[in-house]
């Protein structure tokens, strides 16, 4: 997250700290230049130049609102608000701008007269993220700070990895490693004493849009989310292959909710296998791959009716999942408090 922290600096948050929280008349610029900088300087003029840049792959010039703040870039606290503010709002950025592609080009509309399609469920869906975004970013900020003071094994140039071939197992070793955590700790979320409380907000969405993607619980996002940050404390990561990766997941998380059928594959768990998991609770707890569902025996393979446009609409297999989820969800929740909504049942009998 340097690269990330030193790119929002340049071009946004020194000019923001330079205005907040602006040098003193009688502070010693070079002293902030001290705590901002890793170089040795011959004089104030050559300030611009000093600040240690993150990657050796290209080079920020800073600008003198970089030199003008009370708060220098490797200040702790700085750096803490503003990963803080970069993982809020530029991730609910990343989320608006992803959901609403997925929602407009991707996703099927024909889903809101699905009898478990929520009364305005897209706007409450967008609630539930807007709530639980500000704080699930006061748990994350932590961890890119962790990572932004050196603490973990992200490592730059390909030739600092512990072998060539590295470079290219990172990938597979991030997704079958945080695939692994991530089927554990969803299958804990689902125990009776943690669901209600945590995770059920997120299972509010039977028939999920894009936008469910990150409407949860701000305890279970994160606690969902653990496993992408102590990889990089854990195992070695190239600092652009992170970007990459942090990128990918998110988009991932929105892929899965975007009811398009299009992967009836054997390992790989895609939307269709995350619909299984919304309609019946206790089964596809992987993100990425179907693997350890297997081997924990709550794999579910999806009804072959998902992958034809025809009969995943039809009215007698939205009866069929309706009658199955209802029995299930009695199981697991108790009685069912979600609004379904008069108008949707009256689109419903209209389409059918």
């Known amino acids: 997250m340097d690269i990330v922290l030193e790119v929002f600096d340049t071009f946004l948050f020194d000019r923001f700290w330079a205005a907040v929280y602006p040098a003193s008349?009688?502070?010693?610029?070079?002293?902030?230049?001290?705590?901002?900088?890793?170089?040795?300087?011959?004089?104030?003029?050559?300030?611009?130049?000093?600040?240690a840049p993150a990657t050796k792959f290209f080079q920020l010039e800073p600008s003198p609102y970089a030199f003008m703040s009370e708060l220098p870039r490797g200040n702790i606290c700085r750096q803490f608000i503003t990963l803080y503010l970069i993982t809020w709002i530029f991730g609910l950025?990343?989320?608006?701008?992803?959901?609403?592609?997925?929602?407009?080009?991707?996703?099927?509309?024909?889903?809101?007269?699905?009898?478990?399609?929520?009364?305005?469920?897209?706007?409450?869906?967008?609630?539930?993220?807007?709530?639980?975004?500000?704080l699930m970013a006061i748990f994350t900020a932590p961890c890119f700070l962790a990572e932004v003071r050196g603490y973990g094994k992200l490592?730059?140039?390909?030739?600092?990895?512990?072998?060539?071939?590295?470079?290219?197992?990172?990938?597979?070793?991030?997704?079958?490693?945080?695939?692994?955590?991530?089927?554990?700790?969803?299958?804990?979320?689902?125990?009776?004493?943690?669901?209600?409380?945590?995770?059920?907000?997120?299972h509010k969405w039977i028939m999920p849009t894009p936008y469910a993607s990150h409407a949860f619980h701000p305890m279970d996002g994160f606690a969902q989310s653990v496993?992408?940050?102590?990889?990089?404390?854990?195992?070695?990561?190239?600092?652009?292959?992170?970007?990459?990766?942090?990128?990918?997941?998110?988009i991932w998380t929105i892929f899965i909710h975007d009811g398009e059928y299009v992967a009836n594959s054997y390992i790989i768990n895609g939307a269709a296998c995350h619909t299984m998991h919304h309609l019946y609770f206790n089964y596809n707890y992987g993100q990425f791959t179907t693997l350890w569902d297997r081997l924990g025996g709550s794999y579910r393979q999806p009804n072959d009716e998902l992958f034809s446009r025809e009969s995943?609409?039809?009215?007698?297999?939205w009866e069929r999942q309706a009658k199955e989820m209802e029995k299930l969800q009695k199981e697991v929740e108790g009685d069912d408090d979600r609004d379904y909504g008069v108008e949707s049942r009256g689109l419903r009998k209209k389409m059918m």
């Open 25 to 51: 008349p009688w502070s010693d610029p070079v002293e902030i230049v001290k705590d901002a900088a890793t170089s040795t300087f011959s004089s104030v003029q050559e300030l611009p130049t000093l600040i």
């Open 155 to 202: 490592y730059d140039a390909p030739a600092d990895a512990p072998f060539l071939l590295y470079n290219v197992l990172q990938f597979p070793l991030f997704i079958i490693f945080t695939d692994f955590c991530i089927y554990w700790i969803h299958r804990g979320l689902h125990h009776p004493r943690i669901y209600k409380t945590l995770h059920k907000p997120h």
């Open 93 to 134: 950025l990343l989320y608006f701008v992803c959901s609403s592609l997925s929602y407009l080009f991707i996703f099927d509309h024909a889903t809101f007269t699905h009898p478990k399609y929520l009364k305005n469920q897209a706007r409450a869906e967008i609630r539930q993220t807007m709530l639980s975004m500000p």
């Open 312 to 317: 995943k609409m039809s009215k007698s297999e």
């Open 227 to 250: 496993p992408y940050h102590i990889f990089p404390f854990i195992f070695p990561l190239q600092k652009f292959a992170y970007i990459t990766l942090f990128i990918f997941i998110n």
